[in-house]
């Protein structure tokens, strides 16, 4: 008896010898050409999503790393350091300020807590008074609300002969006063901030990994170069010529009058603006900065 017995073949006899791989398994077992490009791509974008997806995990804050900018915290922190920070809150040892993981350089130097070749701990903080991105200072002390905190300073960060000539003594607030290890002057003192509240505080440094910083600063520095922006259109109406009389600029300048022609420079000179250089727009870019 002959095999074809009449019937008409399946659909599945007639597909070729690839029928049966899915798109997923091609993707999976290409070695070369589109699909293993996407397959390299995706396993990348992968992999750094676990990685952020982990940082996450660990430090409760995002973004958990901030690029450093300036040598106020040199020698234990350099421009261009990458830092790793933790949430305010997060692994709060017994000697930290009530309700937050900081510990003030006065307490950390009685306990023995040191952190970045300093007593205390390092933080992130954005004062919402003041421009620029946030700071990265050590936490010295902390004040009470209305406390005269001259005494308790050190004077060798103070320009002061008494509580009275200092703009944040007695404290409005509670809060801490802070330094940078590389400055003369506390924060409070030199116009930097005002005492920290803890609500301003973004994160506790943790690890510094040297120079790998300098990649989110590039990165920024090019994302926020000054780009020209063409004028707004003028609408130019002709008007009759007149003969007017101009005054001798030497009367007018004797007269208080001001130079012929200078609101017309101010008025035609062509508008520049700065993009994407404010805090805003960088962290939009997932990219944080911290003097």
């Not at 040892?93 to 970045?116: H, L, M």
């Not at 009470?144 to 001259?150: A, I, Q, S």
């Not at 007017?244 to 007018?252: G, L, Q």
């Not at 035609?268 to 700065?274: G, I």
């Amino acid at each position: 008896m002959s095999d074809d017995d009449g019937r008409p073949p399946s659909p599945d006899s007639r597909r070729g010898p690839t029928s049966d791989e899915g798109v997923l398994t091609r993707l999976r077992t290409a070695e070369e050409g589109p699909l293993l490009f996407v397959r390299e791509l995706l396993t990348s974008a992968l992999a750094v999503l676990a990685v952020g997806l982990l940082l996450f995990a660990l430090s409760g804050v995002w973004p958990p790393m901030v690029a450093v900018e300036s040598g106020s915290m040199e020698p234990h922190m350099h421009k261009g350091d990458l830092v790793f920070i933790t949430g305010p809150e997060r692994y709060a040892p017994d000697s930290a300020v009530e309700g937050t993981a900081v510990v003030t350089a006065e307490t950390g130097a009685e306990v023995d807590y040191r952190k970045f070749g300093g007593p205390g701990s390092v933080i992130v903080y954005d004062d919402p008074g003041s421009a620029g991105p946030p700071i990265i200072h050590r936490a010295m002390f902390w004040v009470d609300d209305g406390e005269n905190w001259y005494d308790r300073a050190n004077p060798e960060y103070m320009s002061a002969d008494n509580c009275r000539e200092l703009a944040n003594c007695p404290a409005e607030y509670s809060g801490f006063i802070t330094k940078g290890d590389n400055n003369p002057r506390y924060d409070q003192v030199s116009g930097i901030a005002d005492p920290v509240r803890p609500e301003w505080v973004q994160g506790v440094a943790r690890i510094r990994i040297p120079l790998l910083g300098w990649v989110r600063l590039t990165l920024a520095n090019s994302m926020a170069t000054t780009t020209p922006v063409a004028p707004a259109p003028v609408e130019f109406v002709d008007v009759p010529t007149m003969e007017t009389a101009v005054p001798d600029a030497s009367t007018a300048n004797a007269a208080g009058g001001d130079a012929p022609g200078s609101d017309a420079a101010a008025t035609t000179a062509p508008l520049r603006v700065e993009a994407g250089n404010t805090d805003a727009d960088r962290r939009a870019r997932g990219v944080t900065r911290v003097h």
